[in-house]
């Protein structure tokens, strides 16, 4: 020890201080670089360990071999082995820092806390008082409606008569008839309920009287798999209608942008299945009660997961909400999109002619000097434009159905302009446009497992071969469904289940759960133009919801037959002269009256009564003409309520 020392005395002070220098910049560089590449589990775990440990032993070659140079007075060679360790050590630091970018960018997009608020609301004309009745829904786990409404009124000491539900469409018929004065919803109760009809003008309707906020850890991030991205996978996205950049608070999202994907890593093929916001599905969370799929978005991610599994036969291992929002900064970073925008069908939005231009509101929901136009035809967007065509459906014909299409295109689109990275820089800047508008339950582990695919495209890439990225997408063929709802009728979606069936097996073999079946067979048509085929298209067999028709003035056996056909139990009860359902403008065997209202669903339980004329009575003009005039002034009455009051006083 004494000889070791004794040599370190007679060494070149610089080029020993040299030595000291490097040795603490690289063990201190190694420790950080060894921390953060640590956290990439699952990225070439083999590599790295093999490249940690190279570097171990490069550490103790430079202190062995500078320590004999220094010795030995041999200075070239070490300033030579120096440079190289100098190079290593910046090499530790700079990739520290992009690991460390990139890491916690992924680790962020899934939230782990969220901002809850409940409001209080009610009508605009309601005067709030201690003796106001309030509606609040039961369920115990809802954060919003439930458990941090409880808290508001504990906190304000509101004593105030509770109207307890278990239906947040029936609390606001209630609010709306009167039945009660206030009640709680989620903050963002204008995105949730402001596409349905008759809350169309919520906004102005109704006011907030009461906010409750509190932080707290994420309800919806719950795993329901441990399957990792290197396997094939299934992903709900949802969107979130939101004005605001992020999405870090509780974005209650209104159900319209439901889109079932699959991703097959080995064969790097996806599939899109865009859900129509108004298809009538039995919904998991309301005891399978039959209502418009977007509504399931008032109850919850859970809610909206377990529908679509209900609906769809498929396990859903992923969700991914994204905030609207985020695609303005997602196509601006990736430099814009090409789209072939779809020719309008209407040249009006919003009562404004915009003389063939297709035309939408902002990402801020902007009319007037902020609208967004675009010709048709193949073009650029930038991230403003995308989301306006992607969003726009009263200029054309097929409203949400052709919504659905052109955000399909959209997504298509991104993913192409996707495969066109090539510097850490893009790849930095997509990271930082989708992290703060996205919300999932991967955890950051699944995220970076998604490396294997991302290697793969990049050899592909590399060798200067096309990226085979293949998109699949879908199009549910679907009818136009009047639904009679106790008071009123509204317009929704039924869906044939034939075209539903070929979906979700497209979906399935993606998935890898069923063998594809070979077609052996193919024909062509020179003078057919091409065009990408859409699973489920032009299949209309197998209705998924049959309503109650109505059967006034049809003759009983056409009754019999449908009641037969669809399972229906049938009561005929036959009327005479003077009876109540009893009419003489009709035949004998005709259908008078009905039990059930037209468009009520209706299910091989139901038990339909009709009336029947007995006979056909014969009446003088003079009765026929009262009785017409009976029957107008009855439509009258219905036409205008308050009329038969009025005519008799």
Same mark, same amino acid.
């Given at each position: 020890?004494?000889?070791? $020392?004794?040599?370190?005395?007679?060494?070149?002070?610089?080029?020993?201080?040299?030595?000291? #220098?490097?040795?603490?910049?690289?063990?201190?560089?190694?420790?950080?670089?060894?921390?953060?590449?640590?956290?990439?589990?699952?990225?070439?775990?083999?590599?790295?360990?093999? $490249?940690?440990?190279?570097?171990?032993?490069?550490?103790?070659?430079?202190?062995?071999?500078?320590?004999?140079?220094?010795?030995?007075?041999?200075?070239?060679?070490?300033?030579?082995?120096? $440079?190289?360790?100098?190079?290593?050590?910046?090499?530790?630091?700079?990739?520290?820092?992009?690991?460390?970018?990139?890491?916690?960018?992924?680790?962020?997009?899934?939230?782990?806390?969220?901002?809850?608020?409940?409001?209080?609301?009610?009508?605009?004309?309601?005067?709030?008082?201690?003796?106001?009745?309030?509606?609040?829904?039961?369920?115990?786990?809802?954060?919003?409606?439930?458990?941090?409404?409880?808290?508001?009124?504990?906190?304000?000491n509101l004593d105030n008569p509770i109207k307890q539900y278990d239906d947040f469409y029936i609390m606001l018929d209630d609010l709306y008839k009167g039945v009660i004065?206030?009640?709680?919803? &989620?903050?963002?109760?204008?995105?949730?309920?402001?596409?349905?009809?008759?809350?169309?003008? $919520?906004?102005?309707?109704?006011?907030?009287?009461?906010?409750?906020?509190?932080?707290?850890?994420? =309800?919806?991030?719950?795993?329901?798999?441990?399957?990792?991205?290197?396997?094939?996978?299934?992903?709900?996205?949802?969107?979130?209608?939101?004005?605001?950049?992020?999405?870090?608070?509780?974005?209650?999202?209104?159900?319209?942008?439901?889109?079932?994907?699959?991703?097959?890593?080995?064969?790097?093929?996806? @599939?899109?299945? &865009?859900?129509?916001?108004?298809?009538?599905?039995?919904?998991?969370?309301?005891?399978?009660?039959?209502?418009?799929?977007?509504? @399931?978005?008032?109850?919850?991610? @859970?809610?909206?997961?377990?529908?679509?599994?209900?609906?769809?036969?498929?396990?859903?291992?992923?969700y991914v909400k994204i905030n609207f929002k985020g695609v303005v900064d997602l196509v601006d970073a990736l430099g814009g999109i090409t789209v072939n925008v779809e020719?309008?069908?209407?040249?009006?939005?919003?009562?404004?002619?915009?003389?063939?231009?297709?035309?939408? =509101?902002? @990402?801020?929901?902007?009319?007037?000097?902020?609208?967004?136009?675009?010709?048709?035809?193949?073009?650029?967007?930038?991230?403003?434009?995308?989301?306006?065509?992607?969003?726009?459906?009263?200029?054309?014909?097929?409203?949400?159905?052709?919504?659905?299409?052109?955000?399909?295109?959209?997504?298509?689109?991104?993913?192409?302009?996707?495969?066109?990275?090539?510097?850490?820089?893009?790849?930095?800047? #997509?990271?930082?446009?989708?992290?703060?508008?996205?919300?999932?339950?991967?955890?950051?582990?699944?995220?970076?497992?998604?490396?294997?695919?991302?290697?793969?495209?990049?050899?592909?890439?590399?060798?200067?071969?096309?990226?085979?990225?293949?998109?699949?997408?879908?199009?549910?063929?679907?009818?136009?469904?009047?639904?009679?709802l106790g008071s009123s009728t509204t317009s929704a979606l039924g869906y044939y289940k034939s075209s539903l069936e070929e979906i979700t097996k497209m979906m399935r073999?993606?998935?890898?759960?069923?063998?594809?079946?070979?077609?052996?067979?193919?024909?062509?048509?020179?003078?057919?133009?091409?065009?990408?085929?859409?699973?489920? =298209?032009?299949?209309?067999?197998?209705?998924?919801?049959?309503?109650?028709?109505?059967?006034?003035? #049809?003759?009983?056996?056409?009754?019999?037959?449908?009641?037969?056909?669809?399972?229906?139990?049938?009561?005929?009860?036959?009327?005479?002269?003077?009876?109540?359902?009893?009419?003489?403008?009709?035949?004998?065997?005709?259908?008078?009256?009905?039990?059930?209202?037209?468009?009520?669903?209706?299910?091989?339980?139901?038990?339909?009564?009709?009336?029947?004329?007995?006979?056909?009575?014969?009446?003088?003009?003079?009765?026929?003409?009262?009785?017409?005039?009976?029957?107008?002034?009855?439509?009258?009455?219905?036409?205008?309520?308050?009329?038969?009051?009025?005519?008799?006083?």
């Amino acid at each position: 020890m004494k000889a070791f $020392i004794k040599k370190l005395k007679h060494t070149n002070k610089v080029f020993f201080a040299l030595f000291l #220098i490097s040795i603490i910049l690289y063990i201190i560089g190694y420790v950080i670089f060894f921390i953060n590449i640590s956290h990439l589990t699952g990225i070439e775990t083999l590599f790295r360990v093999i $490249i940690l440990l190279l570097f171990i032993i490069w550490f103790l070659f430079w202190l062995i071999y500078g320590l004999v140079k220094l010795f030995t007075k041999k200075y070239g060679s070490f300033v030579v082995i120096l $440079i190289f360790t100098l190079l290593f050590s910046l090499l530790f630091y700079f990739g520290s820092y992009y690991i460390e970018i990139i890491y916690n960018q992924i680790d962020s997009i899934s939230k782990d806390k969220i901002l809850y608020k409940t409001n209080l609301i009610t009508l605009t004309n309601t005067e709030f008082n201690e003796e106001s009745t309030i509606g609040l829904i039961n369920d115990t786990t809802n954060i919003e409606a439930n458990v941090l409404a409880k808290k508001l009124l504990e906190e304000e000491n509101l004593d105030n008569p509770i109207k307890q539900y278990d239906d947040f469409y029936i609390m606001l018929d209630d609010l709306y008839k009167g039945v009660i004065d206030a009640c709680f919803v &989620s903050s963002n109760y204008v995105v949730l309920f402001g596409n349905e009809e008759k809350y169309a003008n $919520i906004a102005s309707d109704t006011k907030v009287i009461k906010t409750y906020e509190e932080e707290m850890a994420n =309800q919806d991030n719950i795993s329901f798999t441990n399957k990792k991205l290197t396997e094939p996978f299934s992903v709900l996205v949802m969107g979130v209608d939101s004005e605001s950049d992020g999405l870090n608070a509780n974005q209650a999202f209104n159900g319209d942008t439901l889109m079932l994907v699959t991703f097959n890593p080995s064969t790097l093929t996806a @599939s899109m299945f &865009s859900i129509p916001r108004d298809t009538y599905v039995p919904i998991s969370c309301r005891n399978d009660r039959l209502a418009k799929i977007n509504s @399931s978005a008032a109850y919850g991610t @859970s809610c909206v997961i377990s529908t679509v599994q209900e609906l769809t036969g498929i396990t859903i291992d992923y969700y991914v909400k994204i905030n609207f929002k985020g695609v303005v900064d997602l196509v601006d970073a990736l430099g814009g999109i090409t789209v072939n925008v779809e020719e309008p069908d209407f040249h009006t939005n919003n009562g404004i002619d915009y003389h063939g231009q297709v035309c939408e =509101q902002n @990402s801020d929901r902007l009319f007037g000097t902020e609208i967004v136009c675009m010709d048709p035809g193949l073009q650029r967007l930038n991230g403003e434009q995308a989301l306006a065509y992607a969003r726009n459906r009263h200029q054309y014909l097929g409203s949400d159905l052709d919504r659905i299409r052109h955000q399909q295109d959209v997504v298509s689109a991104i993913a192409e302009e996707a495969k066109k990275l090539n510097s850490f820089d893009e790849f930095k800047n #997509i990271l930082n446009a989708v992290q703060k508008n996205i919300d999932t339950n991967m955890t950051t582990e699944q995220i970076l497992s998604l490396y294997t695919v991302a290697k793969s495209v990049l050899m592909q890439a590399l060798s200067q071969k096309e990226i085979n990225l293949s998109i699949n997408k879908a199009f549910l063929e679907t009818y136009s469904l009047p639904v009679y709802l106790g008071s009123s009728t509204t317009s929704a979606l039924g869906y044939y289940k034939s075209s539903l069936e070929e979906i979700t097996k497209m979906m399935r073999v993606n998935l890898e759960l069923e063998e594809p079946e070979i077609n052996k067979t193919f024909t062509i048509d020179a003078n057919e133009e091409y065009t990408t085929r859409l699973y489920g =298209q032009g299949l209309r067999s197998g209705k998924s919801v049959e309503t109650m028709p109505n059967f006034v003035g #049809i003759s009983i056996d056409e009754v019999r037959q449908w009641a037969t056909t669809n399972n229906i139990k049938l009561n005929v009860i036959e009327t005479f002269p003077g009876d109540e359902y009893f009419n003489y403008l009709y035949n004998t065997d005709v259908v008078t009256s009905q039990s059930i209202h037209e468009n009520t669903v209706v299910n091989s339980s139901t038990n339909l009564t009709v009336y029947v004329n007995a006979v056909t009575a014969s009446i003088s003009e003079e009765e026929e003409q009262e009785n017409n005039e009976t029957i107008e002034d009855e439509e009258l009455t219905d036409i205008i309520p308050g009329l038969e009051e009025d005519t008799e006083e």
